[in-house]
């Protein structure tokens, strides 16, 4: 029989893919809508984009759901298709997961406030976030990911969505600044906090992804290892991006990186993947550095 | 002193009825319209956004001293005089064509109100049209736009070019979101690049000179 995400999670460190934003841009089909809508327009693409990261040594993909919550496609005008572009993902992911690996329904924020910032209260945020968790568990996933939240307290809002939804393997994943005095969401809120909070919610895992590269992420890694005895997935970007003639560029080698998931691992990390800038060549570089082999340039 | 001190720390603080209470006492005591401004409001509130800069309070502090301090203005503005309501500079703000991010947008025209500009929100994916004619109606001295994607980011160009086609040679040109840089500020000819929701503010004060 086939092992189940929580067993293979005692046993290895889990590698999760990259980006799928940069593997979109990458191929010059950027200027659709919504990336989203890529699922029912060039769902061959988005396919073998899995397909690539399964290939490089990923145990879990991440499905191109990413901005495919109601209120999210409702400010692009797309809201009917909510059930139809979560359910098309789901079975492209599916097409190119082989046995023994594993689909993630993918859940990012709302991009919108909860007050006295914005407008859109938690209880709407909440039934968002369970319409969309309830699509991708009916489509077979293995496990859901929230990731990228800015805000303890829409992430706590998607946790209770989610649980509404069904019971499933449930990680939690925020975005962290680094300053001087440590580091916060958004919101101000510390890894600590968020560790705890979102463990009580109801996540059965907790992580930290985007916004940092992976040399800035190895700190944060040790303080939520310090908070949490729950597996933790730490997903950084390709180092910092810069800016050339108005475009962005993340320049970090797949080496570099792999070499600080290395450290990453020994900070306490249980999963990692990448996030902005990373593509299958790091996958690849990750998964060659944690099973022990010399990491090429 | 005591009254200015209470207006102050009320909007470093984030206390909107204390505010308004410390302007409406300030007026009734007789202290002037342009210290009350100066020194209590815009004064509490570039230190709100210098620590913002620093890390030291987050986003929602940052919104509340912003809430505390247009409830102030709302109090003095029947007492502005017409020069100091010129002096309010007028920003036509919204986001690129295309572009329905309205995130860093909102933050920044909180925070240019926060600072005292008169400031009109034109929403969501606005087109230059829409940009330059707005500015024309309400004699605005900046059009400020924010983009965060590489695809919508291109039609800030536009906001530029037809400004300069229409000779609008008064009103400045602010750029600001994620994938921007100065670079391509200068590219496409705006007038000033924001990095942030504070560099925002420092640079509308450097355009108008002041």
Same mark, same amino acid.
């Given at each position: 029989?086939?092992?189940?995400?929580?067993?293979?999670?005692?046993?290895?460190?889990?590698?999760?893919?990259?980006?799928?934003?940069?593997?979109? &841009?990458?191929?010059?089909?950027?200027?659709?809508? !919504?990336?989203?809508?890529?699922?029912?327009? *060039?769902?061959?693409?988005?396919?073998?984009?899995? *397909?690539?990261?399964?290939?490089?040594?990923?145990?879990?993909?991440?499905?191109?759901?990413?901005? $495919?919550?109601?209120?999210?496609?409702?400010?692009?005008?797309?809201?009917?298709?909510?059930?139809?572009?979560?359910?098309?993902?789901?079975?492209?992911?599916? /097409?190119?997961?082989?046995?023994?690996?594993?689909?993630?329904?993918?859940?990012?924020?709302?991009?919108?406030?909860?007050?006295?910032?914005?407008?859109?209260?938690? +209880?709407?945020?909440? +039934?968002?976030? @369970?319409?969309?968790?309830?699509?991708?568990? +009916?489509?077979?996933?293995?496990?859901?990911?929230?990731?990228?939240?800015?805000?303890?307290?829409? $992430?706590?809002?998607?946790?209770?969505?989610?649980?509404?939804?069904?019971?499933?393997?449930?990680?939690?994943?925020?975005?962290?600044?680094?300053?001087?005095?440590?580091?916060?969401?958004?919101?101000?809120?510390? %890894?600590? /906090?968020?560790?705890?909070?979102? +463990?009580?919610?109801?996540?059965?895992?907790?992580?930290?992804?985007?916004?940092?590269?992976?040399?800035?992420?190895?700190?944060?890694?040790?303080?939520?290892?310090?908070?949490?005895?729950?597996?933790?997935?730490? /997903?950084?970007?390709?180092?910092?991006? %810069?800016?050339?003639?108005?475009?962005? @560029?993340? #320049?970090?080698?797949?080496?570099?990186?792999?070499?600080?998931?290395?450290?990453?691992? #020994?900070?306490?990390?249980?999963?990692?993947?990448?996030?902005?800038?990373?593509?299958?060549?790091?996958?690849?570089?990750?998964?060659?550095?944690?099973?022990?082999? !010399?990491?090429?340039? | 002193?005591?009254?200015?001190?209470?207006?102050?720390?009320?909007?470093?603080?984030?206390?909107?009825?204390?505010?308004?209470?410390?302007?409406?006492?300030?007026?009734?005591?007789?202290?002037?319209?342009?210290?009350?401004?100066?020194?209590?409001?815009? !004064?509490?509130?570039?230190l709100v956004g210098e620590r913002f800069g620093k890390g030291q309070v987050f986003l929602p502090h940052?919104?509340?001293?912003?809430?505390? &301090?247009?409830?102030?203005?709302?109090?003095? =503005?029947?007492?502005?005089?017409?020069?100091?309501?010129? *002096?309010?500079?007028?920003?036509?703000?919204?986001?690129?064509?295309?572009?329905?991010?309205?995130?860093?947008?909102?933050?920044?025209? &909180?925070?240019?109100?926060?600072?005292?500009?008169?400031?009109?929100?034109?929403?969501?994916?606005?087109?230059?049209?829409?940009?330059?004619? *707005?500015?024309?109606?309400?004699?605005?001295?900046?059009?400020?736009?924010?983009?965060?994607?590489?695809?919508?980011?291109?039609? &800030?160009?536009?906001?530029?070019?037809? =400004?300069?086609?229409?000779?609008?040679?008064?009103?400045?040109?602010?750029?600001?979101?994620?994938?921007?840089?100065?670079?391509?500020?200068?590219?496409?000819?705006?007038?000033? @690049?924001?990095?942030?929701?504070?560099?925002?503010?420092?640079?509308?004060?450097?355009?108008?000179?002041?």
């Amino acid at each position: 029989m086939q092992k189940t995400f929580l067993e293979k999670a005692k046993e290895k460190t889990i590698i999760f893919d990259g980006a799928m934003g940069t593997l979109i &841009m990458a191929a010059g089909v950027s200027s659709v809508k !919504s990336p989203t809508l890529l699922n029912l327009e *060039k769902p061959e693409l988005v396919t073998d984009f899995h *397909k690539q990261y399964f290939d490089a040594g990923a145990d879990v993909v991440l499905t191109n759901t990413f901005g $495919a919550n109601p209120i999210k496609l409702k400010g692009e005008g797309i809201a009917l298709q909510m059930e139809t572009l979560n359910r098309e993902a789901v079975k492209l992911a599916r /097409q190119a997961c082989p046995g023994g690996k594993f689909v993630a329904g993918d859940i990012g924020p709302t991009g919108k406030m909860l007050p006295p910032i914005g407008d859109c209260t938690v +209880e709407e945020m909440q +039934e968002a976030f @369970y319409l969309q968790a309830k699509v991708l568990i +009916e489509s077979g996933v293995d496990l859901l990911i929230l990731e990228t939240m800015y805000s303890l307290e829409e $992430a706590v809002g998607a946790v209770h969505g989610v649980r509404n939804a069904g019971d499933i393997i449930l990680i939690a994943s925020m975005t962290f600044n680094k300053t001087e005095m440590g580091y916060f969401t958004l919101m101000g809120e510390t %890894v600590g /906090q968020c560790a705890s909070t979102l +463990e009580r919610a109801g996540a059965n895992m907790m992580g930290a992804n985007c916004t940092l590269g992976s040399a800035d992420m190895i700190d944060l890694t040790k303080e939520f290892r310090a908070s949490t005895a729950r597996p933790i997935l730490i /997903q950084p970007n390709a180092g910092k991006p %810069v800016t050339r003639k108005g475009v962005t @560029y993340y #320049e970090q080698r797949p080496s570099e990186f792999a070499q600080d998931a290395r450290i990453l691992k #020994e900070m306490g990390a249980d999963m990692i993947g990448g996030c902005c800038g990373t593509n299958p060549e790091f996958i690849r570089a990750l998964t060659a550095a944690l099973s022990g082999n !010399s990491i090429a340039d | 002193m005591g009254v200015l001190e209470d207006i102050y720390t009320a909007v470093v603080d984030g206390k909107v009825d204390y505010a308004v209470s410390g302007v409406e006492k300030g007026l009734h005591s007789g202290i002037s319209v342009d210290e009350i401004l100066n020194k209590g409001l815009i !004064s509490a509130m570039d230190l709100v956004g210098e620590r913002f800069g620093k890390g030291q309070v987050f986003l929602p502090h940052v919104i509340w001293s912003a809430k505390a &301090m247009q409830a102030g203005m709302e109090c003095l =503005k029947p007492y502005l005089t017409g020069s100091q309501h010129e *002096k309010t500079a007028k920003i036509i703000i919204g986001t690129a064509k295309g572009d329905i991010h309205d995130i860093g947008k909102n933050l920044v025209a &909180m925070m240019l109100e926060g600072a005292g500009f008169d400031v009109f929100d034109l929403g969501v994916d606005v087109d230059s049209e829409t940009f330059v004619q *707005k500015a024309v109606q309400e004699n605005a001295d900046i059009i400020a736009v924010s983009a965060l994607l590489t695809t919508t980011m291109i039609n &800030m160009a536009d906001v530029v070019d037809l =400004k300069n086609q229409k000779n609008l040679s008064s009103v400045k040109v602010l750029i600001g979101g994620a994938p921007l840089s100065t670079e391509y500020c200068e590219e496409i000819g705006a007038d000033a @690049y924001g990095v942030d929701a504070m560099e925002a503010v420092t640079k509308v004060r450097q355009l108008l000179n002041r």
